[in-house]
């Protein structure tokens, strides 16, 4: 399998592999990786779940961090405080 | 302690009306020949059939022949799209039509779009509300048949502008179909539809009971094999005992209505309030002012909806879910993907006329404690 084209047109700092899991999950994980990498820094979540397009970004306006967009299950985003 | 139960769920079905049950037990001893033969008994059931038309016609203010029950609400969305694009095939093949529709209306369209025919999908925003220009223009381009429009939605509540997509319909010629089924005996069926859907079960009717309006000079074609019964437009014997006390309690509960909305939407406002105060990372979804009477919908974050439902429904509360586990296909409700709000974790709590204050304060007092226990099991207290 080839890596995802990156939504956000660069390299993400990390990815975390959320495929399989069922929402909440890939959100959870989301939002306990993004604090720990510095302001800045462009996380993908791999999360095939049709609820995980909806929820992660939804998730970013709530957390006002940045959702940079998705590509097939790859979703980027940049942490913004 | 069992708590005793509370059904929070009234937008799917409501319980059964008293002027229903009563018009039930009365009809299914006098309504159970066959309206069409020619002998005593079913004379009498067709005049419970039509005494049942008249007063369902002239609740909602339209003509006893424009009015046809079905066999449910869902048959009634079906019948209302596909007849819609049946009988406007000349005119083109598109359907037009909200993001936010209800399934059944989606369910038709993919039926239409799979034989041969298309659609244009008009999106709303974050509140759940059409976006006007965009319908407008969809129902301006060339070979449109039918444009299709929720009242107001069943999932968030928010209630559509139909006035003024009726117009623009109006004004190239298109015909629109509104989905009622929230709307009718709640709030007042907004003007300039030519096709209308109904389900009994949503006012206290009883189950398997659907309208199906069609006004006069609306090219409708019937989408099923040929049948006399309904005016040709549902076929099958209608179930007359369900229809009698469809229109029965329909009256009832159209008559109530102004007075149920006025009681009715300060405790989901209550809800609304409550909720976004006392239960930590919750969305509550839909507009706040442009908005059912009766339905509040909201969303729990790193909650998982089945679980919330399980937990709500230990504690004695019927609710239901747009979140994807809740659902057959395990897709997240297509009317909270179109708004771009969370969806899991998601609530849909809807009122009726057996819905006390005491009720909702009792929800209000259980919720945040049952979400909070929800998210210390998942290890996401603090996240």
Known sequence: ?81 | MIPSPVHLDAATAAPLHPVARQALLAALDDGWADPDRLYASARRARQLLDAARGAAAETLGVRPDELSFTASGTTAAHSAVLGGLAGRRRAGAVLVHSAIEHSAVLHATQRHVSGGGAASEVPVDRLGRLDLDAWSRAVTEPGVALAALIAASHEVGTVQPVEAAAAACAAVGVPLYVDAAQVVARTPVPAGWSVLSASARKWGGPPGVGLLVVRKGTRWESPWPADEHESGRAPGTVNLPAVVAAAASLRAAAADAAAEATRLAPLVDRIRARVAAEVPDVEVVGDPERRLPHLVTFSCLYVDGEALLHALDRRGFAVSSGSSCTSSTLRPSHVLEAMGVLSHGNVRVSLHRDTTEADVERFLAELPGIVADLRAQAGVVGL
């Open chain 1, 1 to 81: 399998m080839t890596a995802p084209e990156s939504p956000a047109g660069g390299e993400p700092d990390e990815i975390i592999d959320c495929l399989g899991q069922r929402c909440p999950l890939p959100v959870i994980a989301l939002a306990r990786r993004l604090p720990e990498l510095p302001v800045g820094a462009v996380l993908r979540v791999l999360a095939d779940d049709p609820a995980a397009a909806v929820d992660i970004p939804a998730w970013c306006r709530m957390r006002a961090q940045e959702f940079l967009g998705t590509n097939g299950p790859a979703h980027d985003i940049r942490r913004t405080q």
